[in-house]
């Protein structure tokens, strides 16, 4: 009986993999290791900055504010399931993780990825509110509704994260166990399989194409709605700042559905390895550390609640 029906027969072979990293130059190593160590020390920061100060400040008690208080939590989780492990690949000769670790990455990375994805996606429906309709901003985002916005973000999430573990689950991996990855990722875990993908790769397409395709045009329908309304504001100062604020933000969600879609949409067999994880350390690095600065930190209501906090903590 060969390798192959053997593992189909008794199940994964694989006990552990192993995790490439994203580059093999030893020279590299080290001011990699402190880039994103520092990356993650300041994604860390900011979004338990933002956290702390919303939780303290009554005025931050608005339904946009509790919506940037759910994505710094998810950005700090999710960047917590990946970065450490990433830094040990820089440190170690051999970046060992369990089968069972590595599925646990895999279903948070999934969960809290796709939970950002509709984050996002309410948050932009919050700012098209409050900019198009503000004479309905307290029905249309009361407490409830938002309550029902995060349910129904996290359910997606939830139910994503299952689809995506389960399917990989299914499938059995034999002798390989070197993932050309720096985290346990449904591509490079589909290219190790020694049985077929082809079940997991349509999965892949659809949930991944609905979480990506859906909230995009959500998204950029609101943002297209608020520069319409932003353009006949007759004041160029005021203009301006609209301006500037709205082209943040949508350069961030560029950068989050734009990595993601380069990633994810698109057939396995021509997807590089190599390629893929440099535009993943777009959602997995850089946009969870910008969004603090983005979303919130230049804003005037942030910088006031900042003041006052650490006024009350001071005297």
């Given at each position: 009986?060969?390798?192959?029906?053997?593992?189909?027969?008794?199940?994964?072979?694989?006990?552990?993999?192993?995790?490439?990293?994203?580059?093999?130059?030893?020279?590299?190593?080290?001011?990699?290791?402190?880039?994103?160590?520092?990356?993650?020390?300041?994604?860390?920061?900011?979004?338990?900055?933002?956290?702390?100060?919303?939780?303290?400040?009554?005025?931050?008690?608005?339904?946009?504010?509790?919506?940037?208080?759910?994505?710094s939590c998810i950005d700090?989780?999710?960047?917590?399931?990946?970065?450490?492990?990433?830094?040990?690949?820089?440190?170690?000769?051999?970046?060992?993780?369990?089968?069972?670790?590595?599925?646990?990455?895999?279903?948070?990375?999934?969960?809290?990825?796709?939970?950002?994805?509709?984050?996002?996606?309410?948050?932009?429906?919050?700012?098209?509110?409050?900019?198009?309709?503000?004479?309905?901003?307290?029905?249309?985002?009361?407490?409830?509704?938002?309550?029902?916005?995060?349910?129904?973000?996290?359910?997606?999430?939830?139910?994503?994260a299952m689809i995506h573990?389960?399917?990989?689950?299914?499938?059995?991996?034999?002798?390989?166990?070197?993932?050309?990855?720096?985290?346990?990722?449904?591509?490079?875990?589909?290219?190790?399989?020694?049985?077929?993908?082809?079940?997991?790769?349509?999965?892949?397409?659809?949930?991944?194409?609905?979480?990506?395709?859906?909230?995009?045009?959500?998204?950029?329908?609101?943002?297209?709605?608020?520069?319409?309304?932003?353009?006949?504001?007759?004041?160029?100062?005021?203009?301006?700042?609209?301006?500037?604020?709205?082209?943040?933000?949508?350069?961030?969600?560029?950068?989050?559905?734009?990595?993601?879609?380069?990633?994810?949409?698109?057939?396995?067999?021509?997807?590089?390895?190599?390629?893929?994880?440099?535009?993943?350390?777009?959602?997995?690095?850089?946009?969870?550390?910008?969004?603090?600065?983005?979303?919130?930190?230049?804003?005037k209501d942030v910088k006031?609640?900042?003041?006052?906090?650490?006024?009350?903590?001071?005297?």
């Amino acid at each position: 009986m060969t390798v192959e029906k053997m593992a189909v027969k008794n199940g994964s072979l694989v006990t552990e993999f192993i995790l490439l990293g994203i580059i093999d130059q030893p020279e590299l190593q080290i001011p990699l290791f402190l880039l994103f160590l520092v990356t993650y020390m300041i994604t860390a920061l900011g979004n338990l900055t933002l956290i702390i100060l919303i939780i303290l400040n009554s005025h931050l008690h608005t339904p946009m504010y509790f919506f940037l208080f759910n994505l710094s939590c998810i950005d700090l989780c999710y960047s917590s399931v990946i970065i450490p492990k990433m830094l040990m690949n820089f440190m170690l000769t051999e970046n060992v993780i369990s089968y069972t670790g590595c599925m646990t990455q895999l279903f948070l990375f999934c969960f809290f990825v796709i939970c950002e994805c509709y984050v996002l996606t309410s948050m932009a429906y919050d700012r098209y509110v409050a900019i198009c309709k503000p004479l309905l901003y307290n029905i249309a985002l009361s407490p409830k509704v938002c309550s029902y916005l995060m349910l129904g973000s996290y359910l997606m999430g939830f139910s994503g994260a299952m689809i995506h573990t389960g399917f990989i689950l299914r499938l059995t991996f034999c002798d390989r166990n070197t993932i050309n990855h720096y985290f346990c990722d449904v591509l490079p875990l589909l290219q190790l399989s020694c049985t077929s993908t082809y079940a997991s790769e349509l999965e892949l397409f659809i949930v991944t194409g609905k979480d990506i395709i859906v909230p995009t045009c959500i998204i950029f329908t609101s943002y297209g709605l608020i520069i319409f309304s932003i353009l006949k504001i007759r004041s160029t100062e005021s203009r301006s700042k609209a301006f500037n604020t709205c082209s943040s933000h949508i350069l961030a969600v560029c950068m989050f559905f734009g990595s993601g879609a380069f990633m994810y949409l698109k057939p396995t067999s021509v997807v590089s390895m190599d390629e893929g994880k440099f535009s993943s350390i777009f959602y997995t690095v850089v946009v969870p550390m910008m969004n603090p600065l983005i979303y919130s930190l230049r804003n005037k209501d942030v910088k006031v609640a900042l003041r006052k906090t650490l006024s009350r903590r001071m005297f």
